[in-house]
């Protein structure tokens, strides 16, 4: 049986920075959600990190982690939702935006929320970074709120997340 995809709701910062985007009332009528990222922060720095909360929680989260640079890569285990992607910020090249895919299976479930992000950001000038990223969220509560947070500075102006449900056809 195939799935079908629906998009739930687009988000885009307008140009008032945003320390995050955030959904909330999630439709509990899909199996599993998508949530897809492009974003640029105004942290002053290259690159800042992004955080990821379900239900206004951000505790109870663990991961194991695997990133690059170009110029080395590490793995570790996480034991917090911070650190999820990177996202380029206001020294990196202009006008120059990350992008992460989140997907979450089984959201509405009365167990415990697993999670998988891909994400990568670049700075033309000297270097391009990813991220892969296994979570769990341990609390039997269905998703019905997703929010993502720059750690450091506000997501910019055409910054944008898309909140997609997922179910079979």
Same mark, same amino acid.
């Given at each position: 049986?195939?799935?079908?995809?629906? !998009?739930?709701?687009? /988000?885009?910062?307008?140009?008032?920075?945003?320390?995050?985007?955030?959904?909330?009332? /999630?439709?509990?009528?899909?199996?599993?959600? !998508?949530? =897809? =990222? $492009?974003?640029?922060?105004?942290?002053?720095?290259? %690159?800042?990190?992004?955080?990821?909360?379900?239900?206004? $929680?951000?505790?109870?989260?663990?991961?194991?982690?695997? %990133?690059?640079?170009? $110029?080395?890569?590490?793995?570790?285990?996480?034991?917090?939702?911070?650190?999820?992607?990177? /996202?380029?910020?206001?020294?990196?090249?202009?006008?120059?935006?990350?992008?992460?895919?989140?997907?979450?299976?089984?959201?509405?479930?009365?167990?415990? !929320?697993?999670?998988?992000?891909?994400?990568?950001?670049?700075?033309?000038?000297? &270097?391009?970074? &990813?991220?892969?990223?296994?979570?769990?969220?341990?609390?039997?509560?269905?998703?019905?709120?997703?929010?993502?947070?720059?750690?450091?500075?506000?997501?910019?102006?055409?910054?944008?997340?898309?909140?997609?449900? /997922? !179910?079979?056809?």
């Amino acid at each position: 049986m195939a799935n079908t995809m629906v !998009k739930i709701q687009t /988000i885009t910062v307008g140009a008032s920075p945003a320390a995050s985007i955030n959904f909330t009332n /999630i439709p509990q009528t899909f199996t599993d959600l !998508k949530l =897809v =990222v $492009s974003g640029r922060s105004n942290f002053a720095s290259n %690159e800042t990190n992004v955080s990821i909360s379900f239900n206004s $929680s951000s505790s109870n989260f663990t991961g194991r982690l695997l %990133e690059g640079s170009g $110029s080395g890569a590490a793995s570790y285990s996480r034991t917090d939702n911070l650190n999820i992607f990177i /996202i380029p910020a206001a020294s990196s090249t202009s006008s120059v935006f990350g992008n992460a895919e989140i997907y979450i299976p089984n959201y509405t479930s009365s167990v415990n !929320k697993s999670f998988s992000v891909e994400g990568s950001a670049e700075n033309n000038g000297t &270097q391009a970074f &990813q991220k892969l990223h296994a979570g769990l969220w341990s609390n039997s509560a269905a998703i019905t709120a997703v929010t993502v947070t720059s750690q450091n500075g506000n997501f910019v102006q055409f910054s944008s997340a898309t909140l997609y449900g /997922i !179910k079979k056809a």
